[in-house]
């Protein structure tokens, strides 16, 4: 494992004579985290102004500071004012800024919380935040509001009811730890909960949520990998936005987690200023392919509040997403997404390549801009489908096929239903039709 000369420094400054072992200790690196002015001060290299300090010292009332030494000494010290490490990391007074639409929970998720720490806004999963901790605190989360709530480390009885409410839901088939950060619990802790959740039967994943594979790798040690690989198939989503982020020691880390079967994903968040580019995105994503892990998601940023300055308009990713598509492996291309304020999930976004259509032809574009057709079938007989598998022909076969009425516009395309049209509740010009004397 490498230890620069510029690790070296940050070590020294933090505890005089640390040496290369204490660097890798993942508990060392949270005791020394920077939280303070005082502290981001005493590190060579980041001369800030006056000015600056103050505005840091009024933005880390409102949004607390804390980094990681490794993550800190990833800053390019020479132009650090536009590096994507430093504006993920170190907070700026535009964080006050607060736009009209801005929302302290955008996505709701104190509102679809059936239990203490649980989100369940889907049917077949539930996001299970275990950790209010993180071991860096990202400028851009989404989840600012509740950034260095420090009394709130959940016990494990504390997430009991949780774990009860997953055990009563048998729709439940993906368990999704989240936070914080799920591996700022010790490893014997995070081991009673996987247990507790493996136990459940009709859970069949288990995902992890984590950056620690960019901001503090040295987590990931063999010890906690042979713990997870007790408790298979589990899914680690991490987070990186930046090129730059994929270190030596971070694909370390991520090779010790492929290397016991853990399988690797990526979420990263669009952010101005720091990867709003097709350029650097691309770059990204193929880099992670080499360390084994898949791109997942690329969000557009949140309406948290103090998020103004991350935020791009979202044809910034439809653009992205145009340059990735066809240009580069397909393994490579994360699915656009915006969160939908309000709590409706996540909504998948993309270029147009279905340019029109007509009963037999569709008529399609690629992505070097050739347009073509493809011919439909001139007789297609479908299959009829009641949702009763028993008598169809396709040989679904499941020993427990799911029987569960078709919702949302699958409800729409359904020959079982005889909806017509989705009608949000409390749609106005609805309610006046009880005042018409047709419907009276
Ligand atoms: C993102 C999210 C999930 C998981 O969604 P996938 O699309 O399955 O990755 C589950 N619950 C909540 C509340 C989420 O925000």
Redesign the pocket.
């Known amino acids: 494992m490498s230890f620069n000369h510029r690790q070296k420094t940050i070590a020294e400054t933090l505890e005089k004579g640390a040496d290369i072992e204490k660097w890798q200790n993942w508990k060392w690196q949270i005791r020394h985290s920077i939280t303070t002015i005082e502290q981001l001060e005493s590190i060579e290299g980041l001369e800030l102004t006056s000015e600056e300090l103050n505005q840091l010292e009024i933005t880390i009332e409102k949004f607390p500071l804390s980094v990681t030494p490794y993550y800190l000494s990833l800053i390019d010290i020479d132009d650090f004012r536009n590096d994507p490490v430093y504006l993920q990391a170190i907070p700026r007074s535009s964080e006050l800024i607060r736009a009209p639409y801005d929302m302290t929970d955008p ?1 709701s ?1 104190d509102k ?1 919380s059936p239990a203490p720490y649980l ?4 049917p077949d ?3 299970f935040h275990v950790s209010n901790l993180c071991s860096m605190y990202c400028r851009h989360c989404t989840r600012k509001r509740k950034v260095g709530d420090r009394d709130s480390i959940p016990s494990f009885e504390q997430l009991q009811p949780a774990i009860q409410y997953i055990r009563e839901h048998e729709g439940i088939r ?1 368990v ?1 730890l989240s936070g914080g950060d799920p591996l700022m619990l010790e490893d014997n802790k995070l081991e009673l909960l996987l247990r507790a959740i493996r136990e459940i039967s009709h859970v069949e994943i288990i ?1 992890i949520g984590s950056r620690m594979p960019v901001v503090l790798p040295y987590r990931i040690t063999d010890k906690l990998v042979a713990m997870l690989k007790k408790y298979q198939p589990i899914f680690l989503n991490t987070h990186f936005n930046h090129p730059r982020e994929l270190t030596s020691v971070s694909r370390q880390a991520l090779a010790r987690l492929a290397d016991g079967g853990v399988v690797l994903g990526n979420q990263s968040v669009l952010l101005a200023g720091v990867n709003d580019c097709p350029r650097i995105i691309k770059r990204l994503c193929q880099k992670l392919l080499t360390a084994r892990v898949r791109p ?2 690329l969000y557009q940023c949140d309406l948290s509040e103090g998020l103004t300055h991350f935020r791009t308009p979202v044809g910034k990713g439809i653009e992205i997403m145009e340059s990735l598509i066809g240009h580069t492996s397909g393994l490579a291309v994360p699915t656009y997404v915006v ?1 939908a304020p309000g709590g409706g ?2 909504i998948p976004i993309m270029p147009n390549y279905l340019i029109s259509w007509s009963t037999n032809k569709v008529v399609l574009r690629n992505y070097e801009g050739v347009i073509t057709t493809y011919k439909e079938p001139d007789s297609y007989e479908p299959t009829f489908c009641d949702r009763n598998c028993e008598e169809c022909n396709l040989q679904l076969k499941l020993n427990d096929a799911e029987e569960h009425s078709p919702i949302g516009i699958q409800r729409l395309l359904s020959d079982e239903d005889s909806t017509i049209s989705l009608t949000p509740a409390g749609n106005e010009r609805i309610n006046r039709r009880s005042l018409c004397p047709a419907t009276a």
């Open positions: 996505l998720e679809d989100t369940h806004r889907y999963r539930v996001l993906d999704l995902r997942y998601y969160d999930g996540k």
